[in-house]
T-cell receptor, first 113, second 116 residues
Framework: AQTVTQSQPEMSVQEAETVTLSCTYD???????LFWYKQPPSRQMILVIR??????QNATENRFSVNFQKAAKSFSLKISDSQLGDTAMYFCAFMPYNNDMRFGAGTRLTVKP | KAGVTQTPRYLIKTRGQQVTLSCSPISGHRSVSWYQQTPGQGLQFLFEYFSETQRNKGNFPGRFSGRQFSNSRSEMNVSTLELGDSALYLC???????????????FGEGSRLTVL
């Protein structure tokens, strides 16, 4: 079975600080995608960052970056210079090629002023 | 470019009734996926349609069904509603595999179903 585990149900961070959200996954596939999605309160889910498993270089999108450790099946998200608008549920997701996307249980992040 | 549109946004039903939810994907997207989101179970995959064919299916009972039309719009139906079906139902569209953009899902705002 392919599972995604987010071990931190809730986290908080001070504005302008850095926070790292953890994610591990379990799969026997060698080709897949990994994603972090953000779901702000009462708003739709949007993609934060994506990583293709065959790429060794960690993906970066402005203040968001990942630490992808394929052998360890780990995919953490680092948010630098946290902003109040980063407050949201963050979901880690795994998707083998041509298959459905599986999500972790989510981490509720609160950015405090 | 318009995003993924889901209707209705909110609805209340009673046990035993049936419900149909609609999803219009982003123009050009041929794949539509459905997810059920609940506080206890998180996001669970229901099914995915591509070119009017169900391509993948999650582990839900047969009361949950869906279809996709030639214009890529999709509907999902839940028959004989149970209290446990109360959830946010999310639709997501994507380009089909084989491109560098493959895999990214674009979500709608969801249809919140309450079963009384």
């Amino acid at each position: 079975a392919q599972t995604v585990t987010q071990s931190q149900p809730e986290m908080s961070v001070q504005e302008a600080e850095t926070v790292t959200l953890s994610c591990t996954y379990d799969t026997s596939e060698s080709n897949y995608y990994l994603f972090w999605y953000k779901q702000p309160p009462s708003r739709q889910m949007i993609l934060v960052i994506r990583q293709e498993a065959y790429k060794q270089q960690n993906a970066t999108e402005n203040r968001f970056s990942v630490n992808f450790q394929k052998a360890a099946k780990s995919f953490s998200l680092k948010i630098s210079d946290s902003q109040l608008g980063d407050t949201a549920m963050y979901f880690c997701a795994f998707m083998p090629y041509n298959n459905d996307m599986r999500f972790g249980a989510g981490t509720r992040l609160t950015v405090k002023p | 470019k318009a995003g993924v549109t889901q209707t209705p946004r909110y609805l209340i039903k009673t046990r035993g009734q049936q419900v149909t939810l609609s999803c219009s994907p982003i123009s050009g997207h041929r794949s539509v996926s459905w997810y059920q989101q609940t506080p206890g179970q998180g996001l669970q995959f229901l099914f995915e349609y591509f070119s009017e064919t169900q391509r993948n299916k999650g582990n839900f009972p047969g009361r949950f069904s869906g279809r996709q039309f030639s214009n890529s719009r999709s509907e999902m139906n839940v028959s004989t509603l149970e209290l446990g079906d109360s959830a946010l139902y999310l639709c997501a569209s994507s380009l089909a595999g084989g491109t560098s953009l493959a895999g990214e899902l674009f979500f709608g705002e969801g249809s919140r179903l309450t079963v009384l």
